[in-house]
């Protein structure tokens, strides 16, 4: 079946450390996005990919970096810049920008948390 | 950007109806409405969708009002399977927005 893998599900991180989420998919899907949530609030763009090799900051993209070397992965590193980064991470594709005819899809989720 | 008001939570007995509304009075001619839901910590999951035609699925069905300023989103027969925060979202290109949602507990 298609779709999108996020991991780990769960991961601890020291303050001053850098981590990487990884997130895969295999929908042939050209656009991929990072969002970050908090508890009991809504999802916040962190950043997004039209396609391989291009990236745009979202509303949140401070203290976060991606790459796009490939189309199937966007993994998203969550650096010591990052003051807050105790969240839950969703990423999400869709067909292409055109999200409005198509929808996107979700991955199940890390959840960070700093230690 | 448009966006969209929920009530914050409501109660369904199991095996009634839920109607969840939602207000989304900027919406613009060529934005679609759509509904997800997330059930704790876990990734949001699609619903239903549309543009200015009522919907239904085998999940759900999306009453759009002909002025597109609300829609209901309706479970026919709520399961306690689908207590979860229900999000309706207009979009109409990348840019996704959530706001809070309605948290809808399904009670036996």
């Known amino acids: 079946d298609g779709g999108i893998t996020q991991s780990p599900k769960y991961l601890f991180r020291k303050e001053g450390q850098n981590v990487t989420l990884s997130c895969e998919q295999n929908?042939?899907?050209?656009?991929m996005y990072w969002y970050r949530q908090d508890p009991g609030q809504g999802l916040r763009l962190i950043y997004y990919s039209q396609i391989v090799n291009d990236f745009q900051k979202g509303d949140i993209a401070e203290g976060y970096s991606v790459s796009r070397e490939k189309k199937e992965s966007f993994p998203l590193t969550v650096t010591s810049a990052q003051k807050n980064p105790t969240a839950f991470y969703l990423c999400?594709?869709?067909?292409?920008?055109?999200?409005?005819?198509?929808?996107?899809?979700f991955g199940s989720g890390t959840r960070l948390t700093v230690v | 950007d448009a966006k969209t008001t929920q009530p914050p939570s409501m109660d369904c007995a199991e095996g009634r109806a839920a109607n969840l509304p939602c207000n989304h009075s900027?919406?613009?001619?060529?934005?679609?409405v759509y509904w997800y839901r997330q059930i704790h910590s876990q990734g949001p999951q699609y619903i239903i969708h549309?543009?200015?035609n009522n919907e239904t699925n085998e999940m759900a069905s999306l009453i759009i009002t002909e002025d597109r300023k609300s829609s209901t989103l309706i479970l026919p027969h709520a399961t306690l399977r689908d207590t979860a925060v229900y999000y309706c979202?207009?979009?109409?290109?990348?840019?996704?927005?959530f706001g809070a949602g309605t948290t809808v507990t399904v009670r036996a």
């Open positions: 929908l042939n899907h050209d656009a």
């Open positions: 900027t919406i613009s001619g060529n934005e679609y």
């Open positions: 999400a594709s869709s067909i292409d920008l055109s999200a409005g005819v198509n929808g996107y899809t």
């Open positions: 549309g543009l200015k």
């Open positions: 979202i207009v979009i109409n290109d990348y840019k996704l927005s």
